[in-house]
Nanobody, 122 residues
Framework: VQLQASGGGLVQAGGSLRLSCAAS????????VAWFRQAPGKEREFVAG???????DYADSVRGRFTISRDIAQNTVYLQMSNLKSKDTAVYHC?????????????????WGQGTQVTVSS
């Protein structure tokens, strides 16, 4: 499985961005995909995940502001980020596990896309 993340950029606080994670090698209808982020000097943290059935999972810090979705035909998972805050500044990665048809936000993720930088200016 290969994942390619894109869509990051510089945005003012309160603005929006949409990240994309294009998958190849396995359908997102069989495999969960999650977004993580890592800010400078901080540990990587879970942001959002979507299961093979389309069930969504969010970290408390982004719930109500971020929406994860997918396009099965395009084999792509999206992260729509709204009302962005300076604390959302980080490198965002998408990830997927080897195992199909199983999801737990804390599980081991084996496939990682390259990061895409999101910078929110205040």
């Amino acid at each position: 499985v290969q994942l390619q993340a894109s869509g990051g950029g510089l945005v003012q606080a309160g603005g929006s961005l949409r990240l994309s994670c294009a998958a190849s090698g396995r359908s997102v209808s069989a495999k969960p995909v999650a977004w993580f982020r890592q800010a400078p000097g901080k540990e990587r943290e879970f942001v959002a995940g979507i299961t093979w059935t389309g069930t969504r999972d969010y970290a408390d810090s982004v719930r109500g502001r971020f929406t994860i979705s997918r396009d099965i035909a395009q084999n792509t998972v999206y992260l729509q980020m709204s009302n962005l805050k300076s604390k959302d500044t980080a490198v965002y990665h998408c990830a997927a596990p080897i195992r199909d048809y199983y999801y737990d936000r804390t599980m081991k993720y084996d496939y990682w896309g390259q990061g895409t930088q999101v910078t929110v200016s205040s």
